[in-house]
């Protein structure tokens, strides 16, 4: 008798984007010609920039050649694209890596969810709230929980508080925690960690033997200088952390899925005879077994991200989105609307306008002035009465929302 | 203090294709001048098709201009390709889908990994042996097996010894099982099922609420008419079984990745509290959670393979690669050594001379001959003695392959 995993069965009916297609899908099919402004997803609109396109096309002629085809490649990605990521991404920050430590993906949401399969399910995992849903509903899926409660908290899971009384910030735990959640610039919030913030949690992982998720998709859009990009230009975090990055946001591959993921040689766990184990060896076996790496043509592209072309063009395209971020900010502060982050992330969190709920806010966003944001409880409790609206959009779209959002609650 | 995956420490030291390939890489560095002819990891040899390379390179353009740009995808995959794989592959063999029963994916190692996500630890798991090595290590690593015994069996996992005597065919397993892998054409034995006896399978499913874990990846090389390219010819399958396929073989895609799974919706499970429930909506749910879909361009280039144009081109290098296995297959049986497969599948399966181990003849091989091939042992105890040859190479590697062997080992 084929049993199902009953974890599923815990979990909300919708996971959040699904949920929010589906309502904005009902409300075009029942307002065809209505202008729909989406800034909920999160999903950048901008093309891929020429040189990223250009070394595209060269992968892809490259496989139209027996002399030059690839089939499958390395599982951990291509050497040289990690080459060029600690050389480009990594080095200038004062991080040493090796090629062995950084592994290259089809995007940091399936390494975000895949690298529960190499701890132990007795691990006790700390979350932010709100949080980037696929933290959570990740371990719910894979057992560490128990139901959800009244409140929208799942039993088991340690979740941190993330509230404008403490600036977004999540606090450390009162009781101990063997996995923590970080992700900075923060989806959805916004906010960003200081160096002494991170300190105080590679600090804490290291005291109490902790490993740290943590998740930097969102690292290229920091613009001030004194904040950190990686978890490791903090001393000791290659003992205690992962970082997550991806292509995703920073050069337009949300549809196009490349991303990578770290893990230090030097971080270890527990074993259950009390040995100390390596987590890049854990990985590397997961990957290898698990997963056929990337599209040769996509890493191709990939590496052309970090050329000085590429990257003068990516970075033109990121100005770009943090201009609209800027926009929607001051745009909706001046008309009243308290908002939070969009200085160093693209995404700006705001208070619903009249202590509306979230989803309110949403439908009458939606339903009266035709725009599309994510509603902030579909982050997690702490996030009901606030809203993100992203910044990946086009410039015309980004002010008429602006001016919408104003007409309709501004003072 | 975080604890790692105990279970990736029952594995066998090296995952078969990497340990290979240290070997291979130990003889090149040592002997840099020596022509090695690879027929050992299954890797096509072959470009793309011209029509996979212009839709592939359409798909680039599209990413480079705002108005045909394209951001996320369906976790599932886009609807215009699920429906010309359910027409040009699936209608002409008499199987009815729905585009919300095929979901698509980077390919069928990470599928046929991924699906144990939406099963419960306690189903009893039956695989072939030999097998391809991602069934066994898979349900190892999510803990469903004790140990390795010294017979090279891990404990809990009912195995199915594939011989000789049985002509290679899997017999039902004397206890009850609750999932069932089946490869048909066989990896590594390049064997097949008849209708007959896939019907035997469905049936034995059906009576026992099992479900079939359907590899079907090398298909598109069954030569003979009378075998079945899917298990959803056989009535009822639609009730208990899951279907994987790839592109990788069939159209040279091992390094662009691309594959899908069929989950039809009449398949259920049963929750813990003796109700049923829909694995196809289980595993859309942990596709939306955990994966983000397929390269935009990469989609477009897998539509490309089932077009008029396409499907010619690629059927052209099938049948090349077919008349590859023809040669070694004949070659070497002529030369005394007792072959296997070949015929409907792009692998031949040949039992080691003189008695060699598997991996003995390995050495041999590469030391000798020059030539990879891959241990039957690897894939299982009942492999030991065996070898598998790949008929993935260019027409002059695997000629003078068969005759550097038939020279060494023929009569």
Redesign the interface.
């Known amino acids: 008798?084929?049993?199902?995993?009953?974890n599923?069965?815990k979990?909300q009916a919708g996971?959040l984007?699904?949920e929010i297609s589906r309502r904005v899908s009902e409300f075009t099919s029942a307002n065809p010609d209505v202008d729909v402004i989406r800034l909920g997803?999160g999903?950048?609109?901008?093309?891929?920039v020429?040189a990223v396109?250009k070394a595209?096309?060269e992968g892809?002629?490259e496989?139209?050649?027996?002399e030059t085809?690839?089939?499958?490649?390395p599982e951990q990605g291509y050497d040289w694209l990690s080459q060029i990521i600690i050389d480009k991404a990594y080095k200038p920050l004062g991080v040493e890596l090796k090629p062995s430590e950084v592994f290259i993906s089809?995007?940091s949401?399936?390494d975000s969810?895949?690298i529960l399969?190499?701890?132990?399910l007795?691990?006790k995992v700390a979350i932010g709230d709100p949080v980037y849903?696929?933290y959570n509903?990740?371990n719910v899926?894979v057992g560490r929980s128990g139901k959800m409660n009244e409140q929208g908290y799942y039993e088991g899971i340690i979740y941190m508080p993330c509230t404008e009384e403490n600036g977004f910030t999540p606090q450390f735990p009162s009781e101990k925690v063997?996995?923590i959640y970080l992700c900075f610039p923060n989806n959805p919030t916004g906010t960003v960690a200081t160096r002494e913030q991170l300190k105080g949690w590679v600090d804490y992982a290291l005291e109490?033997?902790?490993?740290i998720l943590f998740d930097a998709a969102y690292e290229a859009f920091i613009t001030e200088d004194h904040i950190p990009h990686s978890i490791y230009q903090i001393e000791g975090a290659e003992k205690c952390a992962i970082e997550f990055r991806s292509f995703s946001k920073t050069a337009?591959f949300?549809?196009?899925?490349c991303g990578l993921t770290v893990v230090p040689e030097a971080l270890t766990?527990?074993?259950?005879d009390g040995e100390r184990?390596s987590?890049n060896q854990?990985w590397n076996?997961?990957q290898?077994?698990?997963?056929?790496?990337?599209?040769?043509?996509?890493q191709k592209a990939a590496a052309a991200v970090y050329s000085e072309e590429g990257w003068a063009q990516v970075k033109g395209v990121i100005d770009y989105y943090m201009e609209n971020a800027r926009i929607i900010r001051e745009g909706l502060t001046a008309a009243g609307i308290q908002c939070y982050g969009g200085v160093n992330a693209p995404y700006i969190w705001l208070k619903s306008p009249q202590g509306m709920s979230s989803w309110d806010f949403f439908d009458k966003l939606l339903h009266e002035c035709s725009v599309v944001g994510t509603p902030g409880s579909g982050f997690g409790p702490s996030g009901e009465g606030y809203f993100r609206l992203s910044a990946f959009g086009?410039r015309n779209n980004v002010e008429t929302a602006v001016r919408r959002i104003r007409e309709k609650w501004g003072k």
């Open positions: 008798m084929a049993r199902i995993n009953d599923y069965l979990l996971y984007f699904p997803i999903d950048v609109t901008r093309p891929l020429p396109v595209f096309h892809v002629d496989m139209a050649r027996g085809f690839h089939g499958y490649g089809d995007g949401k399936c969810a895949n399969d190499i701890f132990d007795s691990n849903p696929v509903d990740t899926m063997d996995l109490n033997d902790a490993v337009g949300t549809g196009v899925r766990g527990t074993t259950a184990a987590f854990l076996r997961r290898c077994t698990k997963f056929n790496g990337v599209s040769y043509p996509v086009e």
